[in-house]
């Protein structure tokens, strides 16, 4: 496989359950991000590890972990979601060096009961 | 203030004609301006780059970047149908922080 890969593509969950998405990235980058896309809303950044840092955005709810193993995997796991969270998580990754340029996943589609 | 800011539209142009798009920013320190195209229901993809004031073109596209004015713009020449998607508008300062836009729908009417 090559380029940005998430799974699952679609997922719904009820509001006590627990579930994590992944993605794995084929580049050979060293950069890994989580975003959120709501309807009418700019992209969110969530989380990025990167070599140099891992960034949270303070604004994410707890209820969102972020665990990256190593530089080709980034999970992010979900529990007691609010149906609030319902939106398109998008991964994306950077290399560490050239061109500092975003490739994205296909998106994991939630959706919360 | 919002970081990125886009027309959201929609804009409707006809075949062949040229679509225009813009984008403020709200960061003097920007240095990185990027222009995505996101078709319905799929992940955003890089169609330009651009990190000096002027033009750069190509193909069809042709990014412009003004950094006194912070605004950029992403000219599409000779449109189609199936240039009709989202296109978002990303900038950056420091090494990991993108922000996206909201995005400008454009429909490329045949």
């Known amino acids: 496989e090559t380029g940005v890969t998430q799974t699952p593509r679609h997922l719904v969950m009820g509001m006590t359950n627990k579930k994590s998405l992944k993605c794995e990235q084929h580049?050979?980058?060293?950069?890994m991000y989580w975003y959120k896309q709501s309807a009418k809303k700019p992209l969110e950044l969530m989380f990025v590890?990167?070599?140099?840092?891992?960034?949270e955005n303070n604004s994410v709810p707890s209820r969102f972990s972020p665990e990256c193993p190593n530089s080709s995997h980034l999970f992010l796991h979900l529990h007691t979601l609010q149906p609030e969270d319902s939106a398109l998580y998008l991964c994306?990754?950077?290399?560490?060096?050239?061109?500092?340029?975003?490739?994205f996943g296909a998106g994991s589609r939630l959706t919360v009961l | 203030q919002k970081e990125v800011e886009q027309n959201s539209g929609p804009l409707s142009v006809p075949e062949g004609a040229i679509a225009s798009l813009n984008c403020t920013y709200s960061?003097?320190?920007?240095?990185?301006f990027f222009w995505y195209r996101q078709y319905s229901g799929k992940s955003p993809e890089l169609i330009m780059s651009i990190y000096s004031n002027g033009d750069k073109e190509d193909g069809r596209f042709t990014a412009q970047l003004n950094k006194a004015s912070q605004y950029v713009s992403l000219l599409i020449r000779d449109s189609q149908p199936s240039d009709s998607a989202t296109y978002l508008c990303a900038v950056t300062r420091l090494l990991n922080q993108f922000y996206f836009g909201t995005g400008t729908s454009l429909t490329v009417i045949p």
């Open positions: 994306a990754s950077r290399p560490d060096s050239g061109a500092n340029v975003l490739t």
């Open positions: 580049l050979g980058h060293n950069a």
């Open positions: 960061d003097r320190g920007s240095q990185s």
């Open positions: 590890y990167s070599l140099e840092e891992r960034v």
